[in-house]
């Protein structure tokens, strides 16, 4: 038989990070000093504590927490006494549910001292409004440090743990980075390898054959902390570490924040920003990769040059686009013959597909492309303040009427969304007035802030837009500085081809004439397609070229 054994009374205590922080009223030993007091006082035995140190009540597997409703389950609990009705749980669903449910159903007296509960005194009403403040006091705590990140990330303190490989924290100070030059080598042969157009698969295996270090093994050899195991095997490079590597922005001097989010104050899991919605901070630090470079390797990794399944490939892969339907063209090689190597557009599956073939051979490319370019350096060389004029007067037309009409709709986004803000205020201060209704407050405040952030959204992708067409003067200059970089150009190289060339666009054949012509435009890096053909100067520069071509440079007389 067993004996009918007297409850346990629950005295219950928790204490989140946030009010550690706000002082000793709320501290743990604070809590079980009034709840002993109160147990003692009022006549409660076999009093059992239950505690939750440095969990917040916005989440509802806290381990003492558990505890004490396996007791109350089981029912060995009849009686919890909390400080404050807040310690229980900051989520009014939750609370709400366990005081009008669990603990009727198990017979549970609950009483929250400060707050003058006491179940058995029957429920106010008034509890499901404290319940509710108490939610709202999680969400604003929750919003302070959000607003302290926010504001630090804002002002372009970097929010992540660890820099980037390439860069240590400053011991005197860990908002700032140094450049590390050892990590740093390993980043820029890693840029370099990939402007000759050797993929992250490829370089991770250059890397491990090489018995370089990976970023963990590295950061571990010289005491840095690191959350990331190093590989099993030692050198071994993913080919994803890589890839990473390449896309970062950090390497351009630059801090990148709020790449990623909290869903919200009730849920932890981290949520990829879209990169329209990144703050970046131009020169936080050292770069260790120029500009000009970095770009291209964005080029080139959007494009993802493959080579075929034969092995062989061409210089000008992942480069060639159809006029007509704009995907890419496919490099072909039928024969052993290198003459006879080929373009088609992907989409024409031999004469099955959606798109005609758009046919060109790689040798007339060989000679076409790097003639142009010639030509083009030229060109720039001798008529800078022409072609910059030039250039210019093309994107400022274009983008004149297209900035004023992004300046007016930024300007209208911004005055409504601070007109939101009041009119959320007001509802606010009618509900706690109780001149609204729960429900009808909860629908509006939906609505404003549904309204809000679409506007916050399409204001930064504005604005981001607005910044980009404010770089196009920059990008003429940076190209100028690319020619300048260059004295001549005697082979023609993946390095020089990705520097100078976005992409080739082939348009299908015109036999109207009776001849097979076939119209190419080679797209430059920064400053698009070069209309210059027309131009005796230009026409002159290519024929200057040819002259000087095969014999050493000459001086022209
Ligand atoms: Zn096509």
């Not at 390993?186 to 970023?215: H, N, W």
Request: positive net charge.
């Amino acid at each position: 038989m067993s004996k009918q054994q007297e409850p346990i009374t629950a005295l219950y205590c928790r204490l989140s990070q946030e009010d550690a922080r706000e002082g000793e009223s709320n501290s743990i030993a604070n809590q079980k000093a009034i709840l002993a007091k109160y147990a003692k006082d009022n006549g409660f035995t076999r009093t059992e504590f239950f505690v939750d140190d440095g969990f917040s009540g916005t989440v509802f597997d806290r381990p003492g927490f558990l505890a004490m409703m396996d007791g109350v389950k089981s029912g060995t609990i009849k009686t919890i006494i909390v400080k404050d009705h807040s310690r229980l749980g900051r989520n009014r669903l939750v609370i709400g549910t366990l005081l009008e449910e669990d603990f009727e159903r198990y017979g549970v007296r609950y009483i929250a001292i400060m707050d003058n509960i006491d179940s058995e005194q029957g429920l106010s009403d008034l509890i499901p409004m404290a319940d509710l403040f108490n939610e709202w006091h999680a969400k604003n705590t929750s919003q302070k440090v959000r607003s302290v990140k926010h504001a630090q990330g804002n002002a372009g303190i970097p929010l992540s743990g660890v820099p980037p490989f390439g860069y240590l924290k400053d011991p005197q100070d860990k908002r700032k980075w140094l450049l590390d030059e050892t990590a740093a080598k390993v980043v820029r042969r890693v840029f370099a390898l990939c402007m000759d157009g050797k993929g992250p698969s490829q370089i991770a295996r250059l890397l491990e054959s090489e018995k370089v270090q990976t970023p963990v093994e590295y950061l571990r050899s010289i005491g840095v902390k690191t959350p990331k195991k190093p590989p099993r095997v030692p050198f071994q490079w993913e080919p994803s570490t890589v890839a990473a590597m390449l896309e970062r922005q950090e390497y351009l001097g630059c801090v990148v924040n709020f790449r990623t989010r909290r869903k919200s104050f009730k849920i932890k899991k981290q949520l990829r920003l879209d990169p329209s919605e990144w703050k970046v901070f131009e020169n936080h630090h050292e770069p260790i990769i120029a500009k000009s470079a970095w770009e291209r390797v964005q080029e080139i990794r959007q494009n993802k040059r493959r080579s075929p399944k034969s092995g062989k490939t061409s210089l000008f892969s992942g480069l060639l686009e159809c006029a007509d339907c704009h995907s890419k063209l496919y490099f072909s090689k039928k024969t052993e013959d290198a003459n006879n190597d080929f373009f088609v557009c992907s989409r024409y599956r031999g004469g099955r597909g959606e798109c005609t073939a758009h046919y060109i051979r790689d040798i007339v490319l060989y000679n076409l492309v790097p003639e142009h370019l010639r030509g083009t350096l030229r060109y720039v060389k001798k008529y800078e303040k022409y072609f910059v004029q030039a250039v210019n007067q093309k994107s400022t037309q274009e983008q004149a009427k297209s900035i004023a009409e992004k300046k007016r709709r930024c300007e209208r986004n911004k005055k409504r969304i601070a007109e939101l803000d009041v009119l959320f205020q007001r509802i606010y201060e009618d509900f706690v007035a109780a001149r609204l209704s729960d429900e009808r407050f909860g629908k509006l405040s939906e609505a404003y802030e549904a309204e809000q952030s679409a506007l916050k959204a399409e204001t930064v992708q504005l604005e981001t837009e607005l910044a980009e067409e404010k770089q196009s003067a920059a990008n003429t200059e940076r190209f100028l500085e690319l020619v300048r970089s260059y004295t001549e150009i005697d082979d023609l190289t993946p390095t020089i081809l990705n520097e100078f060339i976005q992409k080739i666009v082939i348009h299908a054949p015109d036999r109207s004439s009776g001849t097979r012509k076939q119209k190419v435009e080679i797209y430059y890096n920064c400053v698009g397609v070069l209309d210059v053909s027309q131009e005796d100067a230009w026409i002159e520069a290519i024929a200057e070229c040819r002259r000087n071509q095969k014999p050493k440079e000459q001086k022209t007389a």
